[in-house]
């Protein structure tokens, strides 16, 4: 948040005194950016609040939700970039400073290592949010690389070409609506319950059916509410034993799972009689 504040009081500087309406416009975008790491950090304090009375699963879900805000952002950031080079189109002007090269540059390279740092704090930690937040550090370098081309052909062409990083702007646009869907996507299918985790469902198969007593899986089914993931799973056992010997057969299975998986904040397990286990488990 500090560095998009520095960013954009430069940009905002550097483009008025530059003549550059695509530096502006950037701008306006890191003023975004600033809001869209807000909203991360306050939906992340929810999330991981600790589950109550009113919310037993506990508060995971209001990370996706930051999610969704920051893609939202990310498509204002785009309508208010689009607007302003739109506007400027229609407008005579002067060509851009070179000097607006050098700050165009060395803020493609900052925001390109901002989005490095925040995805892989994201992919540690398996926020959703985090990484919509480093998506949105991306497309403010796309969009600060789609003016540095448009500057270029303005002072390289001349007369005629004044215009050339408003259109670069507006297609920076495109680009900045295609992350937003990006970051959409991948919230939306947690809100959903989306079934997306194949290998984790694999691994929480392998550690129950190698515990004793167990004659095979049926169901399992992951979701994420947050940092964390919930399974619920369907055990085969002896349809001889007794329901005591079945259910310390579950929590054998569960233990075993929490322990090698600690991502994994719960397993709902249900226990199938041998009765039902096919030919190839019994």
Not at 136 to 141: L, T
Not at 167 to 193: S, T
Not at 204 to 227: F, Q, S
Request: proline share 4%.
């Amino acid at each position: 948040m500090l560095a998009n504040t520095f960013l954009a009081i430069g940009k905002g500087v550097v483009g008025f005194l530059g003549n550059s309406s695509a530096l502006i416009a950037d701008a306006m975008e890191s003023l975004n950016d600033m809001l869209a790491s807000l909203l991360v950090i306050i939906g992340l304090r929810y999330a991981t609040l600790p589950p109550d009375e009113n919310h037993p699963y506990g508060h995971g879900k209001a990370e996706p939700l930051v999610g969704f805000a920051v893609a939202v952002v990310l498509v204002a950031s785009a309508v208010l970039v689009a607007w302003h080079s739109i506007r400027s189109l229609m407008e005579p002007r002067e060509a851009p400073e070179a000097y607006t090269l050098y700050a165009l540059a060395a803020i493609v390279l900052i925001k390109e290592l901002m989005y490095r740092f925040v995805r892989k704090k994201g992919e540690q930690t398996g926020s959703n949010s985090l990484q919509a937040d480093a998506w949105h550090h991306r497309s403010d370098a796309l969009t600060s690389g789609a003016a540095f081309v448009g500057i270029s052909v303005a002072l390289l062409f001349g007369e005629g070409y004044e215009h050339a990083d408003d259109w670069a702007a507006l297609f920076a646009c495109v680009i900045i609506l295609y992350n937003a869907y990006r970051m959409f996507r991948p919230a939306l299918g947690e809100v959903m319950d989306e079934h997306k985790y194949p290998e984790l469902e694999q691994a929480v198969r392998d550690i129950a059916e190698g515990t004793a007593g167990v004659h095979g899986t049926e169901k399992c089914y992951v979701r994420k509410v947050g940092l964390s993931y919930y399974v619920d799973l369907h055990l085969w056992v002896d349809g001889a034993i007794s329901v005591y010997e079945g259910h310390n057969i579950a929590h054998e299975a569960k233990d075993a799972i929490r322990a090698a998986l600690p991502e994994i904040a719960d397993v709902h397990i249900h226990v199938e009689p041998a009765a039902q286990v096919p030919a190839e488990f019994s």
